[in-house]
Nanobody, 123 residues
Framework: QVQLVESGGGVVQAGGSLRLTCAAS????????MGWFRRAPGQQRELVAQ???????RYADSALGRFTISRDNRKNTVYLRIDPLEPEDTAVYYC?????????????????WGQGTQVTVSS
């Protein structure tokens, strides 16, 4: 049983920063990508960023410049830093894990999802 547990969400003022953390536990392959999706109110879920086991990063166009994904394989943990935050970043952020073989981490290849953490950015 693989579990992904997110933390670090909350209410933050625009212009501030936040770091989300996702800790993975259980038995899973080592060569898996981990990533972050988000679902804003009234919007579809979208991939924000992903990172391979080797550290290769991939970002959605909307995340370039303000989002940074990182990963600590020894701790089975992935992070997402958002700086600076904008009101449009308000969403539930979900951690995800899947084998992509170098391709984008699309929902249909995600094997495991976290429960989500709410990020609310006030203007």
């Amino acid at each position: 049983q693989v579990q992904l547990v997110e933390s670090g969400g909350g209410v933050v003022q625009a212009g501030g920063s936040l770091r989300l953390t996702c800790a993975a536990s259980g038995n899973f392959a080592t060569n898996v990508d981990m990533g972050w999706f988000r679902r804003a109110p009234g919007q579809q879920r979208e991939l924000v960023a992903q990172i391979s086991s080797g550290g290769r990063e991939r970002y959605a166009d909307s995340a370039l410049g303000r989002f940074t994904i990182s990963r600590d394989n020894r701790k089975n943990t992935v992070y997402l830093r958002i700086d600076p935050l904008e009101p449009e970043d308000t969403a539930v952020y979900y951690c995800a894990m899947g084998r992509t073989f170098g391709r984008p981490l699309l929902p249909h290849v995600v094997n495991y999802w976290g429960q989500g953490t709410q990020v609310t950015v006030s203007s």
